[in-house]
C-alpha cells in the first residue's frame, strides 16, 4: 500500500475524470496524498453555462472549484503553483524542475501520478508530464517512485499498448461523480449534473474502472 502519493497536473479539473476515484480510494486505505496543480487554468474558455465567471473572475472561481472537488476526493494536502495556463511548455525548465524536485524531496512519495508526455493532447498535459519524468530520471534509481501516467491521445493504445495498470473505483464513484461537478465552470454535459442517479449502467461503464500506464524511467 502506498502511504504517500504526488499528484502533478497542470489545470483544475485534470483530477476529476482520470484519477479521483484511484485517489479516494488509495485515501480510504491510509495514503497521503499531495496534489500539486501547476496553474489556475485562468486562461479558459468556458465561463459556465450560463455564463457565471468573467476573465477577471474566473482563476477565483477555479480556485474555489479546486478545493471543492479536493474536498469530495478527500485529498489531504493541495499546492496550488502558481505557473501560468496554456504555457507550461514555455516556463523556465529549472524554475519548473525545482519546484517539483521540492515537492518530491519534502514528500518522499512513493507513487507519482501525472501525464504521459507525448499521448496527452494538450501541450500544458505533455509539458507537465515531461517535467515529471525529467525530476524521477535525475533521482537515484533507488528513489525513484512508481510513475504513473494518465494518456488519452487517439494512439496512446496503439503506441504504448494497453495501460497496465487498473483500478477499480466503483465503490468510490460518489467521489468522483462529486469531484466532476465540482468544477462545474468548465464541465456542463446533462449527466455530470445530476440528471442521472451513480446507479445508472453507463456511469458505471464509463467511469467506474481507472486505468495507467507506468513509465519507463531510464
Not at 512513493?110 to 507537465?128: E, I, N, R
Request: charged share 25%; proline share 6%; net charge negative.
Amino acid at each position: 500500500m502506498h502511504q504517500r502519493i504526488l499528484v502533478v497536473l497542470p489545470h483544475p479539473d485534470d483530477e476529476a475524470f482520470g484519477l479521483s476515484g484511484t485517489l479516494a480510494k488509495y485515501i480510504k486505505e491510509g495514503a497521503q496524498v499531495t496534489y500539486a496543480c501547476l496553474t489556475l487554468g485562468e486562461r479558459g474558455r468556458n465561463m459556465g453555462i450560463p455564463p457565471f465567471a468573467n476573465r477577471v473572475t474566473l482563476p477565483d472561481v477555479r480556485r474555489n472549484e479546486l478545493q471543492e472537488s479536493c474536498k469530495a476526493i478527500g485529498i489531504q494536502d493541495l499546492r496550488m503553483l502558481g505557473f501560468h495556463d496554456k504555457t507550461i511548455e514555455f516556463e523556465d525548465k529549472e524554475l519548473l524542475d525545482r519546484r517539483i524536485m521540492e515537492l518530491v524531496q519534502e514528500i518522499r512519495p512513493t507513487l507519482v501520478f501525472t501525464f504521459y508526455p507525448g499521448y496527452s493532447v494538450h501541450p500544458d498535459h505533455d509539458a507537465t508530464g515531461a517535467a515529471v519524468v525529467r525530476v524521477m530520471e535525475s533521482l537515484p534509481a533507488e528513489e525513484r517512485p512508481i510513475l504513473l501516467c494518465l494518456a488519452f491521445s487517439k494512439n496512446c493504445y496503439s503506441i504504448l499498448g494497453q495501460p497496465n495498470v487498473s483500478v477499480e473505483v466503483t465503490d468510490f464513484l460518489e467521489h468522483k461523480m462529486n469531484s466532476i461537478q465540482a468544477h462545474r465552470s468548465q464541465f456542463q454535459a446533462a449527466e455530470l449534473l445530476g440528471s442521472r442517479t451513480l446507479e445508472d449502467k453507463e456511469i458505471l461503464d464509463r467511469f467506474g474502472t481507472e486505468r495507467f500506464w507506468t513509465y519507463p524511467l531510464n
